[in-house]
């Protein structure tokens, strides 16, 4: 057995790892789809404050975290179907409002110690039983919403009016999706931290949108594709005694550049048509056979009849005698 296996806290970060791998990702396609990229980083810094106030009131941050962190994400997607503000703009705001308040509760709090970098870069290695078991529960609320909602997640995702002709719920299930997205993010700060997490959440999703065709295998694509990069930058951490959330995301970052390569090269091999291939094949399709001039098989031992007025049944080709 290898000696990572030996340290208890090691089990439980690899477990944590592929819970958050296969989680966050999930909920990545559908965010790269809608073009919301930055929803991650809007989320992990309002996840922030709910930590801040958990500290502030001595309750458990991570709990706190979640509740703010929903709130937010459904105030976003009001905002965003009512057009109160554009959906950037409204990222924005609540990014930087979050941000700030995060920063003046700590400052009346504790200060800024080592609780605090912990969530800002990630410390999968504190990771507790309590927090695998909340992993492990919102997986199985997301599980069981993908699988009743997969047609409408999809619908929504790529033609919102259509959907809404069809009978989708869209409202209702862009803030489902929009909460479950902010929970996810919580809980995925204590793999690679709030600075990070928007990787996690993008990255696999990018990987599986190169690779993958059709919406179901993506997100089968992107799980396993966050799944190996998490168990994959947390050993190498663990070796190198490097930081495990960094290392977590610069190896799905060099695995989406290797994807992204090895596309290129592929299309590169495919060669492209020449001026004379080019100009032969607008030859060709100007070049139309009159339909008098087709030739037909003729069956063999009997030659080709000439060309000539077709002759309808029972015409001969006699003049009637006067």
Not at 22 to 27: D, E, I, K, N, Q
Not at 36 to 47: C, F, G, N, Y
Not at 134 to 161: I, K, N, R
């Amino acid at each position: 057995m290898p000696d990572i296996f030996h340290y208890d806290f090691m089990v439980r970060a690899l477990t944590g790892a592929v819970l958050v791998g296969a989680l966050a990702p999930a909920f990545g396609v559908f965010m790269v789809l809608r073009r919301l990229s930055l929803i991650a980083d809007t989320l992990s810094h309002v996840a922030l404050t709910g930590v801040a106030i958990g500290v502030l009131t001595r309750v458990f941050p991570p709990a706190v975290a979640v509740g703010t962190t929903a709130a937010a994400a459904a105030a976003i997607e009001e905002m965003r179907a009512r057009r109160v503000l554009p959906g950037d703009a409204a990222l924005a705001v609540f990014l930087y409002g979050a941000l700030a308040v995060a920063v003046v509760i700590f400052s009346v709090a504790n200060g800024f110690n080592s609780s605090l970098l912990g969530y800002l870069f990630g410390s999968i290695l504190t990771v507790g039983a309590g927090d695998l078991w909340l992993v492990g529960v919102l997986m199985v609320v997301a599980a069981g919403f993908f699988t009743w909602f997969y047609s409408d997640l999809a619908q929504t995702s790529f033609d919102t009016d259509l959907a809404r002709i069809n009978g989708v719920r869209v409202h209702f299930v862009n803030i489902a999706l929009a909460v479950l997205t902010g929970a996810a993010i919580t809980l995925s700060m204590r793999i690679v931290g709030v600075l990070l997490v928007g990787a996690l959440i993008v990255v696999p999703a990018l990987i599986a949108l190169r690779l993958a065709t059709g919406l179901a295998q993506t997100i089968f694509t992107a799980v396993a594709a966050g799944i190996a990069m998490s168990i994959a930058g947390t050993v190498i951490a663990f070796y190198a005694d490097i930081a495990p959330g960094g290392t977590v995301v610069l190896t799905g970052v060099a695995t989406l550049a290797a994807v992204e390569t090895g596309h290129w090269l592929w299309q590169r091999r495919i060669p492209a048509p020449t001026s004379p291939d080019i100009h032969r094949h607008h030859a060709a399709q100007q070049h139309v056979v009159p339909p008098n001039q087709l030739e037909l098989p003729v069956p063999d031992g009997q030659g080709a009849a000439p060309p000539g007025p077709r002759k309808n049944p029972g015409e001969t080709s006699e003049r009637p005698a006067r």
